[in-house]
C-alpha cells in the first residue's frame, strides 16, 4: 500500500512515517508514504502557490496547475513503480465523515493519493477535474488537510496485516464488527488498587467467560449512554444476542 500526499509541510509527516506502530511498519516496508509538495511544481521565483479569491473575500486560494502536475506526477511515479494509478481524494469540511468502515475499505486498497488543502481552500476547477472523493474528519475547521490526512493514514495503516502485534490487535476497538460495532470496555493495569479504587472483581477471577461477558456488558452500557445509534445498528444487523438484551433492559435508560 501506497499514499501519496500533496501538501506545503511534506515534514508533518515524519509523525505517521517515522513513530510509532505506523513507523515501525514502514521501515518494514509494509507501506509506504510519498509526499508532493505543490511548491515544486511552480514556474516563478516566489514559488507561489495561491492568490486571492475572484469576487473578493478573505483569504487565499490554492491555485490549480501546481496542484494538478503534483497529482500528475505522484500517478506517474505510481504507474512507473508497476502500481495502478490510485483514486484522489481532497480533505475536506464538505466530504463524507471519514469513520472505521471506510479505514477498513481503505486498509483493502492499493492506497490513495491525498490532497491536503491549505488558505480557504482549493480553486474548484482541481476538485471537478482531479478529485474522486472528498472526506471529511468532522464537523470543525482545520488549518490544512494535513491532520487529516495523518488520521486517515494513521487509522488505516494499523488495520494492515502484521502492522499490530496481538497484544495490540485491532479486533478489540471501538467499532470492529468483532464487538458489534459497539464502544470498547474500559481497561486496568497494575497495581490492583490505585488512589483506593480497586480493579473490578471479574477482571481478577481468571474465569475467561465471566471476564468475556463483564467486557461485553461494559461495552453495551457504555454504548448505550454514549452511542445509542451504535445500539440500533448492532440491533438491526442481528448482532445483539438474547443475553445483551436481557442486559440492554436492566440499564437505567434501556436503549
Ligand atoms: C481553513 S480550511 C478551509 C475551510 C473552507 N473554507 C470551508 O469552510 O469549508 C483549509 C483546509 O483544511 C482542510 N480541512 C479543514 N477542516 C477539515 C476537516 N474537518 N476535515 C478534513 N479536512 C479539513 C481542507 O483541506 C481545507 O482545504
Known amino acids: 500500500m501506497r499514499f501519496d500526499v500533496v501538501t506545503l509541510f511534506p515534514d508533518m509527516f515524519s509523525v ?9 511498519a514502514h ?8 509526499a508532493w509538495n505543490p511548491r515544486d511544481y511552480t514556474h516563478d521565483a516566489h514559488r507561489t502557490v495561491d492568490d486571492r479569491p475572484y469576487g473578493g473575500g478573505p ?7 501546481p496542484l494538478a502536475a503534483a497529482v500528475q506526477a505522484a500517478q506517474a511515479r505510481r504507474v512507473a513503480d508497476a502500481m495502478s494509478p490510485a483514486p484522489v481524494i481532497l480533505l475536506s469540511p464538505t466530504g463524507r465523515r471519514f469513520d472505521q468502515a471506510r479505514a477498513h475499505a481503505m486498509a483493502t486498497s492499493a492506497g490513495a493519493v491525498l490532497i491536503c488543502g491549505r488558505y480557504e481552500g482549493i480553486d474548484q476547477r482541481f476538485i471537478d477535474r ?3 472523493e472528498e472526506l471529511s474528519l468532522g464537523d470543525f475547521v482545520l488549518s490544512g488537510g494535513e491532520l487529516a490526512a495523518l488520521a486517515i493514514v494513521d487509522a488505516t495503516v494499523r488495520l494492515l496485516p502484521g502492522v499490530l502485534n496481538d497484544d495490540e490487535s485491532a479486533v478489540q476497538d471501538s467499532f470492529n464488527p468483532a464487538l458489534s460495532g459497539l464502544l470498547d470496555s474500559p481497561h486496568y493495569t497494575r497495581p490492583e488498587v490505585y488512589d483506593d479504587v480497586a480493579v ?15 467486557r461485553r456488558e461494559q461495552s453495551l452500557r457504555l454504548t448505550a ?14 448482532w445483539l444476542t438474547a443475553e445483551d438484551e436481557r442486559f440492554l433492559r436492566t440499564l437505567d435508560k434501556p436503549a
Request: aromatic share 6%; glycine share 12%.
Open 225 to 238: 449512554e454514549r452511542r445509542p445509534d451504535l445500539i440500533a445498528r448492532a440491533r438491526e444487523r442481528g
Open 130 to 132: 482531479y478529485v474522486d
Open 27 to 34: 521501515g518494514q516496508g509494509r507501506w509506504n508514504l510519498q
Open 200 to 214: 473490578p472483581a471479574p477482571l481478577l477471577s481468571g474465569h475467561h467467560a465471566n471476564i468475556a461477558r463483564w
Open 16 to 24: 505517521v512515517r517515522d513513530l510509532g506502530v505506523t513507523g515501525r
Open 59 to 65: 483569504g487565499m486560494v490554492m491555485m490549480a496547475a
